[in-house]
Each structure stands twice: as structure tokens, then as C-alpha cells.
């Protein structure tokens, strides 16, 4: 079992930044690919970044590309999402999860474990 809390979430105006962190504990981080996933009002779930084991690789959907970076401290057990020049589409809850796959997958029903998720309100 992998234990996730996500924080960071919050209000911010159109055109600022959040930095999301998500500290994981039980099983050796390490082992598992990472993922930050977001739920916008009224819709479904959907990938928006993950990362490798050891940070080798990342993906992001390309609504998010050259304003979001994901990253991972091995060390500290947990992964980032800097999240700048937000928009109010970007208005969501995002969950952080955890995928103990072999295949390096951004496909939301791969991972595994999940948080409980944070709130990001941007402002127009």
C-alpha cells in the first residue's frame, strides 16, 4: 500500500502560479511511476502529467505543455506539479496518483493508488 496526500491547491488569479506537492509513505516510492491528474466541474477525470521512477522521463497533455513541469524527490517521497501561467480552465480538483507498472503508462485506470485531491481555483 501506498499511502498519498497532495497540498498546494488554492485560489489564484488568471496568470499566477501554484506549486501542488504530494508526500507519499509505506512502500518505497521509488518503485512506482508518478501521475498528477486533474477533475474540472462537471467532468471527468484526465491525465494532465507523470513522471518515471527516477525522473528519467515526463509526459504532460498538451493543454498543460510548456506551463506545467512535474517533478520527484526520491529522497523526500514525494512529487511536485509547478504549475504556471494558470488559466481558469485549469480550474479543478487535482489528485496525485501512483502506478507500480513495469510500462511507464499515462492511462488514468494504470495507477494504483490515489489522494484525496486538492482544490485549484484560478480567477478570470
Known amino acids: 500500500q501506498v499511502q498519498l496526500v497532495e497540498s498546494g491547491g488554492g485560489l489564484v488569479q488568471t496568470g499566477g502560479s501554484l506549486r501542488l506537492s504530494c508526500a507519499a509513505s509505506g512502500r518505497t516510492f521509488s518503485n512506482y511511476h508518478m501521475g498528477w491528474f486533474r477533475q474540472p466541474p462537471g467532468k471527468e477525470r484526465e491525465f494532465v502529467a507523470a513522471i518515471t521512477r527516477r525522473g528519467y522521463s515526463t509526459y504532460y497533455t498538451d493543454s498543460v505543455k510548456g506551463r506545467f513541469t512535474i517533478s520527484r524527490d526520491n529522497a523526500k517521497n514525494t512529487v511536485y506539479l509547478q504549475m504556471n501561467s494558470l488559466k481558469p480552465e485549469d480550474t479543478a480538483v487535482y489528485y496525485c496518483?501512483?502506478?507500480?507498472?513495469?510500462?511507464?503508462?499515462?492511462?488514468?485506470?494504470?495507477?494504483?493508488?490515489w489522494g484525496q485531491g486538492t482544490q485549484v481555483t484560478v480567477s478570470s
Open positions: 496518483a501512483a502506478d507500480a507498472s513495469v510500462v511507464f503508462t499515462t492511462t488514468l485506470q494504470s495507477y494504483d493508488y
